[in-house]
């Protein structure tokens, strides 16, 4: 059975730093790696979709990295602002079964 | 185009109540999702549908029933409502796969049962 960790599980910077957040699974017969964010009281936001076939995506500030091997994934987000304080998920699909999600990490960017 | 919602926001159930959580999709979606998220746990699945008319159980199916009359629409139901249901319920949809993982969540239903 699939399990997904996240570390840290909170997590607070100044503003402008640059900084990591870690997956990890147990499984590494994945079909893809997605990370989501996720602001108070509202519901999920996809923000990268990794294919198993892919070692990682970018999109802005944010780059998320992939190793199927050691099962493991990194967000990196670069020069970190204030508007990205969020709870980060990581969600994990294997070949026909469901998502498995990491409990998250809470991410507090002071300014 | 509203995408993913759910009614109601917020509900107060006393034990042993009874209430249907809908969600309702407006993306021709054929997979539709219900999770429930506790406090320092990601999300679990509770039941999901793979087309009108179906259903089949998650992770945690365990006191709740579903139904999918009609493709856009996915009902989660409570039976009778304990405390440890008290929880943050989202719902989500996607397309068949291979596009299964590009899910659409909604806005989540806060629940509390005393």
């Known amino acids: 059975k699939q399990e997904v960790t996240q570390i840290p599980a909170a997590l607070s910077v100044p503003e402008g730093e640059n900084l990591v957040l870690n997956c990890s699974f147990t499984?590494?017969?994945?079909?893809?790696l997605q990370w989501f964010r996720q602001d108070p009281g509202k519901g999920l936001t996809s923000l990268l979709l990794i294919q198993s076939s892919q070692r990682e995506q970018t999109s802005g500030r944010l780059n998320a990295s992939l190793d199927k091997s050691s099962g493991r994934s990194t967000l990196y987000i670069a020069a970190s602002q204030p508007g990205d304080s969020a709870t980060y998920l990581c969600a994990v699909g294997n070949y026909g079964q469901n998502f498995v999600f990491g409990p998250g990490t809470r991410l507090s960017v002071l300014p | 185009n509203a995408g993913v919602t759910q009614t109601p926001k917020f509900r107060v159930l006393k034990t042993g109540q009874s209430m249907t959580l809908l969600c309702a999709q407006d993306m021709n979606h054929e997979y539709m999702y219900w999770y429930r998220q506790d406090p320092g746990m990601g999300l679990r699945l509770i039941h999901y549908?793979?087309?009108?008319?179906?259903?089949a159980k998650g992770e945690v199916p365990d006191g709740y029933n579903v139904s999918r009359l009609k493709k856009q629409n996915f009902l989660l139901g409570l039976e009778s409502a304990a405390p440890s249901q008290t929880s943050v319920y989202f719902c989500a949809s996607s397309y068949e796969p291979p596009k299964r993982y590009e899910q659409y969540f909604g806005p989540g239903t806060r629940l509390t049962v005393t």
């Open positions: 499984d590494s017969a994945i079909y893809n």
């Open positions: 549908s793979v087309g009108e008319g179906t259903t």
